[in-house]
């Protein structure tokens, strides 16, 4: 499993708004490139209230490249909502080349993986050399029905960062890696805290 951030961007207009309901710019203590404590304190108090409090959160946004089988896929799919995918599509490129055990996920021994991708691509080799559409539309669908879930496919996708609390807190602990894998690149991303909860300094009570 992959992942390349592309894009983080809203924290400027996500910390103003954030301030909107009680009219309170003026304790704003953020300058370009840090969030202050005040601020920090603040949004964390918002986040913990609950996401109908805490909508700033919903306005800053990150855009990722995510390269990942095809069995994770169907759990992220799980999350629709602060989320949008754009995905490689599997039914218009499968064909265009010979598979290698590279494209798939695997860990260990990858001898019954190497079966299944010398199937698959002897029945590629079948779908290029036959003429007739019905013929070559009946091998594709029989590729599709064994392409293993292990099958590597890229989405560029885009997350709200309370997207990603959410995702944060209901996956922690999960039997799937690319869950762990996903937790940590979380933790690496801009004002993380602000997802995971986990402040970077003790924050004294008087802060608004």
Known sequence: MQ?????????HSALKAMRNPLDSWAKSDSSTGRVGRKDMGLSDRLAQAGPEHAKHLRMIMVYADITAPRYWWTEMDTYRIGVEKVSCST???????????????????????????????????MYRTVNDPETKKSIWYEIIRILPQSFLQTRTCMFSYQALRNIYRQR???KLNE??????????????????????????????
């Open 3 to 11: 992942i390349k951030t592309l894009e983080v961007a809203g924290f």
């Open 91 to 125: 039914m218009h490129t499968l064909m265009r080349r010979e598979l290698t055990i590279d494209d798939f996920e695997h860990n260990g021994s990858t001898e019954t993986l190497q079966k299944t991708v010398n199937i698959i691509n002897g029945m590629m080799v």
């Open 172 to 174: 922690e602990g999960h």
């Open 179 to 208: 869950w762990h894998v996903f937790r940590i690149w979380i933790e690496l991303l801009p004002e993380s805290w602000m997802i995971t909860g986990k402040l970077p300094e003790m924050l004294s009570d008087e802060m608004e």
